[in-house]
């Protein structure tokens, strides 16, 4: 890998300014599943701290461009393929992070009876007033995720949210931003209707997300259920062993 005659650009932090190199690197040079230079390597290229590689490869981690394996190194991802990571974000900014504009087609937007599983999950009565907002996610036009949001009354004041725009943003608006949120991954297969609306096949496989999200004042506000396509998405995260 070349070293670039001019790292740092006007204006340009260096660990951006790497991040910007390497990203060129990977563009022209560099193939899906191939191993970045270790640290060390690249500390030697290019005249930086280990904190400057470090901040660089989690800009292009957060990119989407590359993928870490705990204890082996940080590869080339393929660009097709979406890998969140243990960040808390919502899928505006995870797509927007990746260069994607991100839009969404609402399915559904009411008040509705509280069912049993998300009152026990909000603290409230079942059969309680939530707000039920579904709605098919997209990144530049295509279908990524299929969203299913039931949130506590009242958060927008007297009216409903922007179906077209970010929760997140419009909850930290109203002064209820989810700082926590406790999740659940499963594998699971596309129904009929699911398929057709995610441009997958019947069957197809997806990942199912479900998460409460909590305020700082530790109140759960949100509980959203989240079908991702299984060609688009992963999640990667550090396992580590307990003491003996």
């Known amino acids: 890998m070349e070293t670039p005659l001019e790292l740092v650009r006007t204006g340009s932090p260096k660990y951006v300014a790497l991040a910007d190199a390497l990203a060129e690197q990977i563009r022209t040079t560099l193939t899906v599943g191939e191993p970045l230079p270790t640290e060390r390597e690249l500390q030697a ?3 930086v701290s280990r904190d400057t590689v470090r901040r660089a490869i989690a800009r292009l981690a957060a990119a989407g461009l590359v993928y870490n394996v705990q204890g082996s190194g940080t590869y080339v991802a393929d660009p097709a393929q979406i890998r969140k990571g243990t960040r808390l974000t919502g899928f505006s900014q995870d797509m927007a992070e990746r260069g994607f504009k991100a839009s969404s087609r609402t399915l559904d937007c009411r008040i509705e009876p509280c069912p049993a599983d998300t009152a026990r999950a909000l603290g409230v009565a079942e059969g309680s007033g939530v707000l ?3 709605r098919l996610r997209l990144a530049d036009g295509l279908p990524m995720a299929l969203e299913t949001a039931r949130l506590l009354s009242g958060l927008f004041g007297d009216d409903l949210p922007d179906p077209a725009g970010s929760l997140d943003a419009q909850l930290a608006e109203h002064g209820q931003r989810i700082v926590r949120a406790g999740q659940m991954i499963t594998a699971v297969n596309l129904t009929a209707p699911e ?7 019947v069957g197809a496989a997806a990942l199912r997300v479900d998460r409460v999200g909590f305020t700082d004042r530790g109140q759960a506000v949100e509980a959203t259920e989240t079908l991702y396509r299984g060609d688009r998405y992963g999640y990667e995260t550090t396992v580590e ?3 003996a």
């Open 45 to 47: 290229s290019f005249a």
């Open 195 to 201: 398929a057709h609306l995610l441009d997958q096949p």
């Open 241 to 243: 062993r307990a003491p």
């Open 132 to 134: 039920l907002l579904r």
